[in-house]
């Protein structure tokens, strides 16, 4: 055989096992549908990170307006915390230097812990996640306060499948539904929330992703990393 001859030869040897490979691999639209409605049932719930209660706000939290500091007042109004005041510590009794006639410091707004109240505990449920703290070490939780569940709309698309780990894997993209919690209609909710709200917003159109691996032969969910 010459040259010529076995180039083509080879060529068409790879081409043919391409054609075998990709028919044998490529997820069909049936399986990333399934796929996606698996990671949806399992991880579908919208949660806000807010892992243990009751929770305090603290003046800093207020000067940094952190999340605390915004939403739980608002939670308060919609009767789903409830919250009390924690009291200051006594000053410490000094001989001040201040004339007599120095106008009083103001006042300090106290700090407040808040606790879920019986309708907002119909809210937090038993989520096992894990975090990493700030030394980057892993931290488990086993519940969290979630406000809206996500299911499938359609699958758009998914990207080519890549070996990962000795499994190929590939990216699915879909369109989701929402069923949001009553109290979320309130516009003082979704101000506080813009996150959850961008969410509700781009039910049917906005486009999530779950990564897909085939295992045994079916393609099933699995969390990034894994």
């Known amino acids: 055989m010459n040259m010529k001859m076995w180039m083509m030869a080879a060529t068409l040897a ?25 990671f949806l049932a399992e991880h579908g719930d ?38 009390t005041q924690i009291p200051l510590p006594a000053p410490a009794v000094a001989i001040s230097d201040a004339p007599a006639s120095a106008p009083a410091a103001a006042p300090v707004e106290p700090d407040r812990r808040y ?14 996640r894990t975090t990493l703290n ?6 488990e939780h086993d519940a969290d306060f979630c406000v809206a569940r996500l299911s499938l709309d359609k699958v758009v698309k998914w990207t080519p499948p890549e070996q990962v780990h000795d499994h190929l894997q590939t990216v699915a993209r879909y369109t989701y539904k929402i069923k949001a919690a009553v109290w979320l209609s309130e516009p003082d ?34 969390l990034p990393g894994q």
């Open 14 to 38: 790879v081409a043919a096992t391409g054609l075998t490979r990709a028919a044998t691999v490529q997820p069909s639209p049936r399986d990333m549908t399934r796929a996606v409605k698996q």
């Open 46 to 83: 919208l949660c806000m990170a807010k892992y243990t209660w009751p929770r305090d706000v603290t003046a800093a939290d207020r000067d940094a307006h952190s999340n605390d500091a915004l939403q739980l007042p608002v939670l308060e109004r919609l009767g789903l915390v409830a919250s």
């Open 115 to 128: 606790s879920l109240t019986a309708k907002g505990r119909r809210y937090y449920l038993q989520k096992k």
């Open 134 to 139: 700030v030394h980057s070490e892993p931290v």
């Open 189 to 222: 909710a979704r101000k506080v929330f813009p996150v959850v709200d961008r969410i509700i917003r781009g039910a049917g159109t906005l486009e999530m992703t779950a990564t897909v691996q085939q295992q045994n032969g079916k393609w099933v969910p699995v």
